[in-house]
């Protein structure tokens, strides 16, 4: 099982069977708030009937279309439509079935760029400590979780640095929002600059708002200043939106919401509401024809997989949008925002808390590690949270809260509540 203590969970088993709007149910038929839209990607809520009709509807008339010199309807039609939420000019889209694969994706895409514009020598990633960029090698190269990677280190990419991660409890401790400390962090990229020299550097990668390594929300100016410092040295930047893609953040993208524009973003997750697996890659117009205009005749970039924009998964992103679009889902986050931002604070003072955080739909409390056991206490706080009822995201000793958009203020308030409880009662 992905990232799962195996063992453990055989002895074990927590098996969800069904689910709908806010809830799911389990084998043992209880239903179980969801706290963390799945895994950060059930942002309109469980069970959208628009969504099944649609997957259905296009399993009916088209099973599976090549894309490798053919094509259908269906991700030209996705494409068209994704182009209108992202930022201006952002409206090249290279469909994938996963973020790891859109990462890998989008990396390749930085090496194509440099390479077409005459600079086949910036070939130097830079990645963040503490980033996750999904399991494939390049994602786990630039990527800065050590467990991801320590296994692998013998074969990870030949030329990559790190940035350090923006995570500052001395200055930042239970901000509200982004924390007003840290811009300077970005300038870490100068030393990068110094040691390797900017004209080697192909891309700078980040998360937005770093998720999966529990929650870290970038300090105000960060991003503006990596933006900055990437143009002085025409160095890509590339925001990996898996988790902030489709209103997590309280509009459509990170990249809106913090009104930074990179020059590639990663998307999955969100992009259909996790009902069919799907990524993107979404390239500012220029990459795309720069690639494409200096290539010779023929294939212009060796690179694409079998089930690139499938039927069923642009069926399900097409529908996926729609309801976003007309719910107002990205609004609906960012009105509902103040109201997680105060239910996740009132645990401010819990027992173990170190830090609460957040950002938009996203909240994180962390927890002080029990000595000698990293881990160990959220991710008790995790079990029993879920015996309890309610499903959250346990990484490393933190505990993430990222409902679907749909959530209600009293399901919000179950969902700090129970984790309130929970805390008074871990050891
Ligand atoms: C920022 C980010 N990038 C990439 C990925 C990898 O996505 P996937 O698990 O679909 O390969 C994730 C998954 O959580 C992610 O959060």
Same mark, same amino acid.
């Given at each position: 099982?992905?990232?799962?203590?195996?063992?453990?969970?055989?002895?074990?088993? &927590? #098996?969800?069977?069904?689910?709908?709007?806010?809830?799911?149910?389990?084998?043992?038929?209880?239903?179980?708030?969801?706290?963390?839209?799945?895994?950060?990607?059930?942002?309109?809520?469980?069970?959208?009937?628009?969504?099944?009709?649609?997957?259905?509807?296009?399993?009916?008339?088209?099973?599976?279309?090549?894309?490798?010199?053919?094509?259908?309807?269906?991700?030209?039609?996705?494409?068209?439509?994704?182009?209108?939420?992202?930022?201006?000019?952002?409206?090249?889209?290279?469909?994938?079935?996963?973020?790891?694969?859109?990462?890998?994706?989008?990396?390749?895409?930085?090496?194509?760029?440099?390479?077409?514009?005459?600079?086949?020598?910036?070939?130097?990633?830079?990645?963040?400590?503490?980033?996750?960029?999904?399991?494939?090698?390049?994602?786990?190269?630039?990527?800065?979780?050590?467990?991801? &990677?320590?296994?692998?280190?013998?074969? #990870?990419?030949?030329?990559?640095?790190?940035? @350090?991660?923006?995570?500052?409890?001395?200055?930042?401790?239970?901000?509200?929002?982004?924390?007003?400390?840290?811009?300077?962090?970005?300038?870490?990229?100068?030393?990068?600059?110094?040691?390797?020299?900017?004209?080697?550097?192909?891309?700078?990668?980040?998360?937005?708002?770093?998720?999966?390594?529990?929650?870290?929300?970038?300090?105000?100016?960060? #991003?503006? &200043?990596?933006?900055?410092?990437?143009?002085?040295?025409?160095?890509?930047?590339?925001?990996?939106?898996?988790?902030?893609?489709?209103?997590?953040?309280?509009?459509?993208?990170?990249?809106?919401?913090?009104?930074?524009?990179?020059?590639?973003?990663?998307?999955?997750?969100?992009?259909?509401?996790?009902?069919?697996?799907?990524?993107?890659?979404?390239?500012?117009?220029?990459?795309?024809?720069? @690639?494409?205009?200096?290539?010779?005749?023929?294939?212009?970039?060796?690179?694409?997989?079998?089930?690139?924009?499938? $039927?069923?998964?642009?069926?399900?992103?097409?529908?996926?949008?729609?309801?976003?679009?007309?719910?107002?889902?990205?609004?609906?986050?960012?009105?509902?925002?103040?109201?997680?931002?105060?239910?996740?604070?009132?645990?401010?003072?819990?027992?173990?808390?170190?830090?609460?955080?957040?950002?938009?739909? @996203?909240?994180?409390?962390?927890?002080?590690?029990?000595?000698?056991?990293?881990?160990? &206490?959220?991710?008790?706080?995790?079990?029993?949270?879920?015996?309890?009822? @309610?499903?959250?995201?346990?990484?490393?000793?933190?505990?993430?809260?990222? $409902?679907?958009?749909?959530?209600?203020?009293?399901?919000?308030?179950?969902?700090?509540?129970?984790?309130?409880?929970?805390?008074?009662?871990?050891?």
């Amino acid at each position: 099982m992905p990232f799962t203590n195996n063992r453990a969970f055989k002895s074990a088993p &927590r #098996l969800l069977v069904s689910a709908e709007g806010m809830h799911y149910q389990d084998a043992d038929g209880r239903q179980i708030l969801d706290g963390v839209s799945g895994l950060w990607c059930v942002n309109a809520g469980h069970g959208r009937a628009e969504i099944v009709a649609a997957i259905r509807e296009a399993a009916g008339i088209l099973d599976y279309a090549p894309g490798f010199n053919m094509g259908h309807p269906l991700p030209f039609a996705l494409a068209e439509k994704l182009a209108t939420i992202l930022p201006e000019g952002m409206d090249r889209i290279f469909f994938t079935n996963s973020g790891s694969e859109a990462v890998d994706t989008a990396l390749k895409m930085a090496l194509a760029y440099h390479r077409a514009q005459g600079e086949p020598e910036r070939v130097l990633f830079v990645g963040r400590q503490r980033g996750y960029h999904g399991v494939g090698f390049g994602g786990i190269s630039v990527g800065g979780i050590a467990p991801n &990677r320590q296994a692998f280190e013998a074969q #990870l990419l030949p030329h990559l640095d790190h940035l @350090v991660h923006t995570h500052d409890l001395t200055r930042n401790a239970f901000s509200h929002g982004q924390p007003t400390h840290g811009a300077e962090y970005a300038d870490d990229l100068e030393r990068i600059i110094a040691q390797h020299g900017g004209s080697r550097i192909a891309a700078v990668i980040v998360e937005p708002v770093a998720g999966s390594t529990g929650v870290l929300i970038p300090p105000v100016g960060y #991003l503006d &200043r990596l933006r900055a410092l990437c143009d002085a040295h025409g160095i890509l930047l590339i925001f990996d939106e898996v988790i902030t893609g489709f209103g997590r953040t309280g509009s459509a993208f990170g990249a809106t919401t913090f009104g930074v524009v990179p020059d590639l973003m990663t998307l999955a997750k969100g992009i259909t509401n996790g009902a069919v697996p799907m990524g993107a890659v979404c390239a500012a117009r220029r990459i795309h024809d720069s @690639v494409v205009s200096h290539a010779a005749p023929g294939i212009e970039f060796f690179h694409g997989y079998t089930y690139s924009g499938h $039927p069923l998964a642009a069926a399900a992103g097409l529908a996926t949008l729609a309801i976003y679009e007309h719910e107002g889902l990205f609004e609906r986050a960012a009105m509902m925002a103040p109201t997680l931002e105060q239910a996740v604070h009132t645990l401010d003072d819990s027992p173990h808390v170190i830090d609460v955080r957040n950002m938009g739909m @996203v909240g994180a409390i962390e927890l002080a590690p029990r000595a000698g056991a990293p881990g160990a &206490r959220a991710g008790e706080v995790f079990m029993e949270c879920f015996r309890r009822g @309610v499903l959250v995201r346990q990484t490393g000793d933190t505990i993430a809260i990222a $409902p679907p958009l749909i959530v209600s203020a009293e399901q919000l308030h179950e969902i700090t509540g129970t984790v309130r409880d929970v805390l008074a009662a871990v050891a």
